[in-house]
């Protein structure tokens, strides 16, 4: 392959202040090792501490950096999306703002790209050192029910930490689905993938910004996307409560020709009819989830709006907090590739 001539780091970043400098020092080290250009790509997810200020502060200083800022914030999905309609790199590498994605690995995964062999090199951690242990456990059930229910094959610890060829960035962002997967979309797009493994880091600053619930409703966001086995699960366990209740029928037709009809099984009755009431409300549950997803979809509405990007910054006074959120520009509409 040819030598790549830019290379662009993109950072979702929500409320990470006291990581970005960091960050960017961090970079600043192995960047001696990366035989190319570089160019970052902050994307500051809606932030409400002074991680916009931080980061036109780096702007102002290396005009290597540059930014998209939110009018609010849409999630790590929406940033990593726009961190990939924005970059100009014809390789790019998406990474975390806290330093839990070693930026010593960028060399060898740069080499890798460059030996023309993959497309993509991907990142696992192989433990969960520092976690709790309760979301560890949910996430390797996660894992393992995911890849029983998708053709989509998830690597159980896979990080968002992937760098890609130019091919594979426009493969990911000519899918606008609002919805979005990340974990899942990468693996579909296919390609040839590398995986590197390291051990889990704990965060170089700040907090995690996943709650046990966010991740819970990230993890049905997975399987309603890349799974529709959830419907078949509901039809077919239709289909075995006919077969049940027409042998019961004919049981019943027997019996009462045979021993006529004596009133009784009330418990039993009222227990079947509880049963086969909770399980329609799951199965239309099941179904509700699916029907809302499509809704959200059909409005197509764009995964991410722009309030500010290096290009629109200079017009409005930055530095302080309140003259950036006070004088917004008119939102820009994305999707500049759809
Ligand atoms: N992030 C984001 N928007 C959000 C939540 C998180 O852009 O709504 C970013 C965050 O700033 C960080 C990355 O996504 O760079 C991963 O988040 P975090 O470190 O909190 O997740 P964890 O490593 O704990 O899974
Ligand atoms: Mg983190």
Known sequence: MKAPKLLSIIVPCYNEEPALQLFYDAIQK???DLPTELEFIFVDDGSRDGT?????????????????????NFGKEAALLAGLDHARGDVVVTMDADLQDPPALLPEMYQLIQT????????????????????SFFARRFYRLINHMSKVELVDGARDY???????????????EYNRFSKGLFEFVGFRTKWLEYENIERAAG??????????AYAIEGICAFSTVPLVLAALLGVIFCLIAFIMVIVIIIRTLAF???????????????????????????????????????????????????????????????????????????????
């Open 30 to 32: 192995v960047a001696p």
């Open 52 to 72: 916009l200020q931080k980061i036109q502060q780096l702007h102002a200083q290396d005009p290597r950096v540059r930014f998209v800022s939110f009018s609010r």
């Open 116 to 135: 023309g062999d993959y497309d993509q090199v991907g990142t696992r951690r192989v433990t969960r050192k520092g976690e709790p242990p309760i979301r």
């Open 162 to 176: 992937r760098m890609m060829t130019r091919p594979v960035v426009d493969a990911l962002i000519s899918m606008r």
């Open 207 to 216: 907090e995690t910004k996943w709650s046990f619930w966010r991740l819970f």
């Open 260 to 338: 006529g009809d004596p009133v009784s099984g009330w418990p039993s009755l009222i227990c079947v009819i509880l049963l086969l009431g909770g399980l329609q409300l799951l199965a239309l549950g099941i179904i509700g989830q699916y029907l809302a997803k499509t809704y959200l979809e059909t409005k197509h509405r764009p995964v991410y709006i722009v309030r500010l990007t290096e290009d629109n910054a200079a017009s409005i006074k930055p530095t302080t907090k309140s003259a950036v959120s006070a004088k917004s520009t008119p939102a820009k509409k994305t999707s500049p590739k759809a």
